[in-house]
Nanobody, 126 residues
Framework: QVQLVESGGGLVQAGGSLILSCAAS????????MGWFRQSLGKEREFVAA????????YYQDPVKGRCTISRDNAKNTVYLQMNSLKPEDTAVYYC???????????????????WGQGTQDTVFS
């Protein structure tokens, strides 16, 4: 069983920045493609960003493209999501997800992910 634990969420003013972290308990973290998703109140969970197991391939959803950077440190079993120029519409619970035995590519479909974190709340106020 793999555990994913997010951290770094909080309350931030519009225009500010946050860095989310997701620590994985997986022994073979380098075999996992990772992704970030978010869910706002009353809305369905949506894809935010994904990174391949090598870290070479990255993919972003349009609303965050240019404002977010996903990265990973395989030595620390951790994936990060840096968000800049935050907007009130970025307010959501952010979830980290892991896909085991992935190809060296990114995945944006939530149903393909095997493991999920508990989520961390980000609130952006204007």
């Amino acid at each position: 069983q793999v555990q994913l634990v997010e951290s770094g969420g909080g309350l931030v003013q519009a225009g500010g920045s946050l860095i989310l972290s997701c620590a994985a308990s997986a022994r073979t973290f380098t075999n996992y493609a990772m992704g970030w998703f978010r869910q706002s109140l009353g809305k369905e969970r949506e894809f935010v960003a994904a990174i391949s197991y090598s870290g070479y391939n990255k993919y972003y959803q349009d609303p965050v493209k240019g404002r977010c950077t996903i990265s990973r440190d395989n030595a620390k079993n951790t994936v990060y999501l840096q968000m800049n120029s935050l907007k009130p519409e970025d307010t959501a619970v952010y979830y980290c997800a892991g896909l085991q035995n992935a190809y060296n590519r990114t995945y944006s479909d939530s149903y393909k992910y095997d493991y999920w974190g508990q989520g961390t709340q980000d609130t952006v106020f204007s």
